[in-house]
């Protein structure tokens, strides 16, 4: 028997999951989707972002509660084994890539073309400010904030891009609410919003590269241009792959000669969809970069396909907003510990990092509108409308966590920064708007729309702002 025989032979095969291991992560999805759903529809009904709801579900079994009243029970459910957490970590990952590709794929690219120059001037200008002054906060925080082991340099840069980042789902639906989507402010709310996802899912992935390979300031250049590399290649290699699988899993509109049969996709459609963002995903991350730039890429690739008719990714976005998402941000609730404002230091930053965030974006996007020429009202509206963080700022904050970036005290704060701003911005939008006149071309626009019978924004779904 040669060495090839003996090895074959004696290969052990992969141990199987646990029965307990696959009985406690079953118990966590099914604990963590009911809550997350429960408090999600309590959070809509109050008028908050159901996102708010989600995370609360993770709070309400994490450290802050569930852990602090029924520690034994909370250690049985939520066991500290790395292995049994991963699997949970799993399911939110695949869930967070499928979130940020249904974004790529809702993006109106249309519309940031027709109003890229306004749109680039505010979404720099509330960019650079934000971006500028969470780097200044992270260079001062106690040393406390910090992980264990953490780079300061990269500590400051993951909370820069944290606060500079802006939500088009939480814009979206505000907008749609408030039916401020025909109004040239709300326009250029959405067209900023996309530059700013465009550009804040970059720098993540130059910052997590940085954080990834230990590459410092002086070798930047090289994330960097993976980056533009990445960019460049899907543009040239992706469009023609996004029409293929456009094609290949029948997700184009029907042509005049073929009858529509409904509007959903098929399962395989669904699939190849699927298969193409993950692929994307696999792609970035293999190159040190994170998994969900590949993800939005994808999307955006997919959504510029001419002939993609998006009512036939209907049962993904369903699933995905549903169920995956759902529980990927109660399991990010799971690691927020609100104890840990008890300490004087992280109350302290928890005060400054949401002033800076706050100060940052509406100064920003207030300077990027004016130079603009747009009106004292209109920029404070612009403000308001990009100053909601939502989703984005927690994904930012969950991957500072994973990376060893940022310490618990640091990711709560950063969360409850996402929260606060989501939650006063329709006050906001709604008190300066007051003070804008609505034009004639608005109004015409407005008809138009009425016309079509749009029912919601593109962005994500309404419930998961």
């Known amino acids: 028997m040669n060495a090839t025989e003996t090895s074959f032979v004696t290969a052990a095969p992969v141990a199987s999951l646990s029965h307990h291991s696959l009985l406690i992560f079953l ?16 959070a809509i009904r109050l008028g908050l972002p159901s996102v708010v709801g989600e995370l609360l579900a993770g709070v309400v079994v994490g450290p802050s509660l569930l852990g602090a009243v029924a520690s034994e029970f909370s250690g049985w459910l939520l066991p500290a084994e790395p292995d049994q957490m991963h699997l949970l970590d799993a399911l939110g990952q695949i869930g967070v890539i499928l979130l940020v590709g249904l974004t790529g794929i809702e993006m109106d690219m249309r519309m940031v073309r027709r109003r890229g120059a306004t749109a680039a001037r505010i979404s720099i200008a509330g960019l ?6 969470g780097i200044g906060a992270g260079l001062f925080l106690p040393e406390s904030l910090l992980a264990d082991g953490g780079d300061r340099g990269e500590f400051a840069l993951f909370l820069g891009v944290a606060m500079g980042v802006s939500a088009i789902p939480v814009a979206a639906k505000i907008l749609h609410d408030m039916r401020l ?22 720098l993540l992935s130059v910052v997590s590269a940085m954080a990834t390979t230990g590459v410092r300031g002086g070798d930047i250049a ?17 469009r023609p792959l996004a029409r293929l699988a456009v094609a290949a899993g029948g997700l184009a509109r029907p042509s005049a000669e073929t009858a529509d049969t409904g509007g959903t996709g098929s399962g395989s459609g669904i699939a190849v969809a699927v298969v193409f963002i993950l692929a994307a995903a696999a792609g970035t991350h293999a190159l040190k970069l994170e998994a969900i730039l590949g ?36 399991s990010a609730g799971l690691r927020i510990d609100l104890t840990a404002l008890t300490r004087p230091e992280v109350a302290l930053a928890a005060v400054v990092i949401l ?3 706050i100060l940052g974006k509406f100064a920003g996007a207030y300077i990027g509108a004016r130079a603009s020429r747009l009106g004292h009202w209109e ?70 729309l009425a016309g079509r019978s749009v029912g919601a924004p593109r962005g994500l779904d309404a419930e998961h702002p």
């Open 27 to 42: 118990l966590q999805v099914t604990v963590l989707l009911c809550l997350a759903l429960g408090l999600g529809r309590l």
């Open 128 to 133: 650079v400010l934000p971006v500028g002054l």
């Open 181 to 202: 989507l025909h109004r040239n402010v709300g326009q250029l709310i959405l067209a900023s919003a996309t530059v700013d996802d465009a550009v804040g899912w970059s």
């Open 222 to 238: 090289w994330p960097v241009l993976s980056v533009i590399g990445v960019v460049a290649a899907a543009f040239v290699v992706g």
């Open 295 to 330: 993800a939005f890429i994808a999307g955006i690739l997919l959504g510029s396909t001419p002939t993609l008719d998006i009512r036939r990714l209907e049962p993904l976005r369903l699933m995905v907003m549903g169920v995956l998402a759902p529980i990927f941000f109660a």
């Open 355 to 357: 002033g800076l965030a």
């Open 379 to 448: 920029a404070l509206s612009l403000g308001a409308g990009l100053n909601a963080r939502g989703v984005i700022e927690i994904v930012v904050a969950g991957t500072g966590l994973r990376l060893g970036v940022l310490s618990t005290a640091t990711y709560t704060v950063i969360v409850l920064v996402a929260v606060v701003t989501s939650i006063m911005t329709p006050p906001i939008l709604r008190a300066t708007m007051r003070r804008v006149e609505q034009t004639a071309e608005e109004q015409l626009r407005e008809l138009d």
